[in-house]
């Protein structure tokens, strides 16, 4: 394929970047990766090289965790060069069987996990306590639209993820609506593996979806769902927020009772969606504060420096050559030293890394990893 | 009822069990039950197909040493044209599909494939196919005819003890001409070390419950004696007891063998959406709450490492 | 080299909870929760044909029978490197069994100078297996099912790997032109982006209904079948696992004989 000169250099701002090394000094998967993102901002001013640069597998291991771009003085983005890259493979067609079938799927079902669209809302069977999840019309109307997330919807391990935030909606007397069969994927995947035809078709969709309803706001289970809708989707104008940022507010409103006790020392992990690209660190913090009878202490690196679990990125469909040690793992040994019983998360794809993590690690007796939405089903 | 010929398969020196598999089947439906083996030096064939037919017609040619599926055909529609059976049951092998299509539209009588029953009604049979991967079955009507062809589904009919003793006659190979158009050229085996777990059919798979690297030995010989490659989930694959492309998973191989036991694994929603499309799924593993028994078709609750070598004892004495 | 490859859009039933529901009239089913994709086989008939291309040069034909949804798969293997494209559509041709089926390709191949014509091995709706062995018969070509590996000898033969039970190739010299069914795993499928199908989309689908085929009406549909699938019904199947009851070596027991019935060792 042909690459008109100069496309990346203006497309990524190539020439601004000073190759001071920041980028590289932060990244995560340097621990594990001969990724260096320093090296790829400097070759892709190279038109010439794209398509070399391009072949590279290293490309892939890249998380997007977005730490580079925190660190960067000029205020670049170095993944996004990576992805720009990936992007002329997934063009051509050229990509890794397992980044096919998933976006395939995503495209065919809706989903990026091969399971049926039409079993999007079995999910909803059997919530405690409630009989029936509002799920809106076209035209109706609610404070509250719910996106779900595709993992969460067929993955049996995240399920109750959806299941307790629905408790906590229900117990909160929020007026809130699910979108049922027809929600899709965010196309936030889709694009993190390259393919921005895709990602700009559930750009459309949903936002013409999302637009079918009168609500107020839309509020995700997923921190990638919630980066993409908020900031990456062209012209959707419904204000975005992530559940910690509804749940901080109900909790806040005294709209939400956690009564019941869970005696643990609790550390939260910051999703790097969450927390790296979109600055939300408070609220879990705050919500797990109002948790009765939690203990929380902090990781070292933490916040800002939250050490990523490898999950986004479309990091769950192509794996790393590498067979260093997975950061999750480190992430757990982390957890071990301070002592904590429970590693808390916000986002679908931590909790699944992070809990495989734990096992190979051999501490499920030790210790668990709970969404903050699975503790407040605990305390509710 | 008028005959019922019943295609014998044999390849490289062995008579497969998927002619018994049909003797007995066209037995069960009456009629004359005559055998038709197409080969080269196949006389100990002929006698132990005796034992299920009424009559087992040989044609012995060099012609016919391997299979070819124009040879098969040309001499099939002189031997079917001349002898005008009712019904022609072929196994639906890689041998069977090569041929019931082309065989049927040259004689110009119905056919169909992958039967998985047949019944007569009067001198018509009724036929039970699967569709939609086995999710509903669906009847076949066929066309009124002298002659029917119906591929039949391995193993879906038990082979019967025999009991008859059919007269074998060998026949002239009425294939004139030479074929030429389609020749067979060698047998290759799948190359020793070069695994592609993603066209196995049979798998025995390993997950965490293995606990060490010192119970692969045991894993192995399992396998060994089933005929199956090994595969594992990611955790094997991460902790280096197997190489990366044995991993199956959502970001690793996906697999469909005729037979997944899954030893020792979870069952994580990511590992399942690699092996869903199997066949058979057995799984083994302590937990009785383990996700994998979601989606296996059996299940044994119990520490693997007790009961692979219980199976292994089995498997021995069942292969004599 | 000219080759001519079919395909079909199916169901997606390749998860195990794809439900499948029988419609009122028995013959049909539910159509409305499923998902369509290209059959799987014929996923890697595509593949074979584009790399028969790009190894020997020619044109790739695209054939498909049905309705205009299904455009989407003909789209999709013209992204993939199809030059040209023809789909049968109409409503006479549904119920179409596989003869009728292959007549229905015969009449779309008669203007078309083809070397080799590749079919799916199976589809996964209904699973005959058959349509490219009865073409071949109704072309007068040769033919060889469940072919894996392809190669061309020279302009006039190829040399053609059949996967047989137990992954054991059967080597095949056959002439051309000739009739290939493709079995699954032979290649690894490339990936046709969002934006490649929708540049394939410019690529003209020359549609034929029945009077461009020059069938009569019984020649084609249930009418000019000669097997016809009459009625669906509902297999009994356990939901959940059975399990094997007992101490280790009873269990490893009854798994053992189970396995055998199955004929799996």
Known sequence: MSIEHGVFVEKYDLLGCIQCGRCTGGCPVTARTPLNVRRFVYDAVDDDRLEALSEQPEIWDCTTCNTCAIRCPKGLEPFEVLLGLRAMRAEEGNIEPTARDALESMFNNGNPWGKPAAKRVDWMEGIEGVDKVR?????????????TCCTAVYDPRIMPLAKNLVRVLEAAGVDYGF???????????????????????FDEENTELFGSYEVNRLVTLSPHCFNTFKNEYTNLSIPVQHYTQLVAELIEDKKLKLSKEIGSQVVFHDPCYLGKKNLVFDEPRYILGQIPGIETAEFFRSKERSLCCEGGGGKM?????????????????????????IVAVACPFCLLTLEDALKARGLEEEMRVADILELLGESL | MSDIFVLAEHRQGELREVTLELLTLAGELGGNVVAVLLGSGVDDFATKIAGYADKVMVVDDPMFANFNAM?????????????????????????????????????????????VAVSMEGDKPVVTRQYYGGKINGTINFKDADTYVVGVREAAIPAGEGGKSGEVTKVDNPVTAEITARKFLEYVEAAIGDVDITQSTLLVSIGRGIREDKNMPMIEELAGLMGADISGSRAVVDAGWLPTDRQVGISGKTVKPKLYLALGISGAFQHVTGMKGSDLIVAVNKDPDAPIFQYADFGIVNDLLKVVPALIDKLKEIKG | MNIVVCVKQVPDTSDPDTEVHIDSSGKGVDQSKFSFVINDADNFAVEEAILLKEKHGGEVTVINIGPEGANQVIRMALAKGGDGAIRLGDDKFA???????????????????YDLVLTGCLASDDG????????AQILGVPHAAYAKTVEVVDDKKLKVGRELEGGLMEMNEIELPCVLTIQTGGNEPRYASFKGIREASKKEIKVMDLAATGLAEDQVGEAGSVAVMTEYSVPEVGELAEMLEGDPAETAGKLGNILKEKGLV
């Open chain 2, 71 to 115: 040879a098969y055909q040309a001499a099939l529609v002189e031997l079917i044209k001349k002898d005008k059976p009712g019904l022609v049951l072929v196994g639906n092998t890689s041998q069977g599909v090569d041929l019931v299509g082309s065989l049927a539209v040259e004689l110009e009588v119905p056919f169909t494939t992958d039967a």
């Open chain 3, 95 to 113: 119920y179409s069994d596989v003869v009728a089926t292959a007549r229905l390709l015969q009449s779309a191949l008669k203007d078309i100078q």
């Open chain 1, 179 to 201: 979108i049922g069969v027809d929600e899709k994927h965010c196309g936030s995947e889709a694009r993190r593996l390259g393919e921005e035809g895709l990602f700009e078709y």
């Open chain 1, 135 to 147: 799920i809106l019309e076209p035209g109706e109307k609610a404070d509250v639209l719910i996106h």
């Open chain 1, 317 to 341: 469909w192509v794996e790393s050559e590498s067979k260093e040690q997975r950061l999750a793992e480190t992430r757990i040994a982390d957890a071990e030293a301070l002592g904590a019983k």
């Open chain 3, 128 to 135: 005959y297996g058959a349509v490219g062995v009865t073409l």
